[in-house]
DNA sequence: CCCTGATTCGC
DNA sequence: GCGAATCAGG
């Protein structure tokens, strides 16, 4: 393969994107990552200034959700917990549109106030977080061991072999994703896999 | 281990 | 100009 201008392009487009160079590689194919490196160099934009009214400077990745959590003044009553924090939408990760360009900012859900069980989330319809009552016990047993060993990794950690399986409440510092090895092919580890894709017929009565 | 970009240097 | 090998780091 070689640099045609089309394929310059795209690299440079993505590059200016913030895509990785192995995203890039892997989107043009043909080439490794080195090889797009390699011509980001020759090509001066090393530097990723290339898209335009981007932020002048200050590096500063800052924004770090971490609220602390509340150090919960117990007899308190009613706090309408007045700072939502959104849960900051992840950058592209995954998923290759073949050049389409995408904004992000999937709105975060402000998450409801009360909600102690440790069950249900304040999900959003993306990761299937089946109910409990639908989930045979071994399986279940299987997967709290799992999520004991899971690598509580971020948002922005998960790649294609990582489980990606959320665990926790997204509203609250004690959210974190799987991690573990996931199965190829397949975007959870085996656990999860397992309660993830159950088959219609393991998931019949369930009773409501 | 997975991944990132940066550099070097023979081709 | 090209990119594999290597380096340095997270």
Known sequence: M???DERVELLKKMW??????????????GVTRNAVIGKVHRLGLSNRAGAEGAAP?????????????????EPVAARPEPAPEPVRAA??????????????PVAAAPAT??????????????????????????TLASVREVEKRSRKISLMELTERTCKWPIGDPATDNFYFCGLPSQPGKPYCEAHVSVAFQPMSTRRDRRR
Do not use: C, D, F, Y
């Open 91 to 104: 950058p592209a990760q995954p998923v290759r549109p073949a050049a389409a360009p995408r904004p992000e």
């Open 2 to 4: 070689s640099w045609t």
């Open 57 to 73: 400077e200050a590096e500063a990745p800052a924004a770090k959700p971490v609220v602390e959590p509340t150090p919960a003044p």
């Open 113 to 138: 106030p009360a909600m102690r069980r440790p069950v249900v989330p304040a999900g959003q319809p993306l990761p299937p977080q089946p109910s409990l009552n639908e989930i045979s016990p071994e």
């Open 16 to 29: 200016s994107e913030g895509q990785s160079a192995s995203q890039i590689a892997k989107e043009l194919g």
